[in-house]
């Protein structure tokens, strides 16, 4: 069975999976984390959360978990039903939530092109981003990402420091909607945080665009490590956050990066030039 393709809606709740893969009903997902040892749990709901990717009641016999574990392969559930067993300080139990972050942060819907999200940013902050992104894709890309490229900023971010958002043609030709970026990146303090996450993003949409990879594997490592941004899916960087509801309305001087050594290798250079142009 396939999910129903959703359109975009304005929040960063709806970015949910759209990929033809099985779908998990919630009595079929508590049955395949009962076998594999969670025999404790008596129910399971998916919801569309925002700030939180699973939880388990006090009493272990209700779990949460977001709406993209509906398409969970084998490795994911192992993981989430280690989530549930393994001691809260314990290295199984961390690797756990690391696997499901991968997992969540690789089903970023495919948006339906032409459907942008409200930014909560300023103009001059867009267009500061767009020009820091148009340095970076050249020093760092060799001009192959798009561009220019749809950059959104947004305050309803809580875990996220960024994401992209992957979209197709009508001809299935693959495509990139946006690159939002959490708003309080832009507070001083935050420069070297803002500068690798938009590597991180950038490095996410060359590995798309030329070999349809969407998680945190092996193709987005190797790109991440040849432009210079940390290498996973998690930073321990801290973030400088905003105390109130107050706009963000400062403008970050960052000092870019000088081009990586050895550059871009030109069969991926030359991909993501034919993924950037082509058209629907």
């Known amino acids: 069975m396939t999910p129903r393709r959703r359109s975009a809606r304005?929040?960063?709740?709806?970015h949910q999976l759209s990929l033809e893969l099985s779908w998990l009903t919630e009595d079929e997902l508590l049955g395949a984390l009962r076998a594999r040892g969670a025999g404790f749990l008596r129910e399971v709901r998916f919801r569309p959360n925002r700030s939180r990717l699973i939880s388990l009641s006090a009493d272990r016999r209700r779990l949460n978990l977001h709406e993209c574990f509906r398409a969970a392969p084998a490795r994911v559930i192992d993981a989430v039903a280690t989530f549930t067993m393994a001691p809260a300080r314990s290295?199984?139990?961390r690797d756990s939530i690391e696997q499901m972050g991968e997992w969540h942060e690789g089903q970023v819907a495919e948006y339906v092109l032409g459907e942008p999200l409200a930014s909560c940013g300023t103009e001059r902050q867009l267009r500061y981003l767009e020009s820091v992104y148009t340095s970076l894709n050249m020093s760092h890309f060799r001009g192959g990402l798009p561009d220019p490229l749809p950059i959104r900023l947004s305050d309803r971010m809580s875990r996220?420091?960024?994401?992209?958002?992957?979209?197709?043609?009508s001809r299935g030709d693959r495509k990139v909607a946006e690159l939002a970026l959490n708003i309080d990146l832009l507070l001083p303090g935050n420069e070297r945080a803002l500068l690798d996450t938009l590597l991180h993003e950038m490095a996410h949409i060359e590995a798309w665009l030329v070999h349809g990879h969407r998680e945190h594997g092996r193709l987005w490592r190797e790109v991440a490590r040849r432009v210079g941004c940390e290498a996973k899916a998690c930073t321990h960087m801290r973030l400088r956050r905003r105390r109130s509801a107050a706009p963000v309305e400062d403008i970050p001087v960052l000092q870019l990066p000088s081009a990586p050594q050895p550059a871009i290798a030109t069969k991926a250079a030359s991909?993501?030039?034919r993924a950037a142009h082509q058209r629907a």
């Open 10 to 14: 304005q929040s960063d709740s709806d």
């Open 271 to 273: 991909g993501l030039r």
């Open 91 to 93: 290295r199984a139990f």
């Open 160 to 169: 996220r420091f960024g994401h992209v958002s992957y979209a197709r043609t």
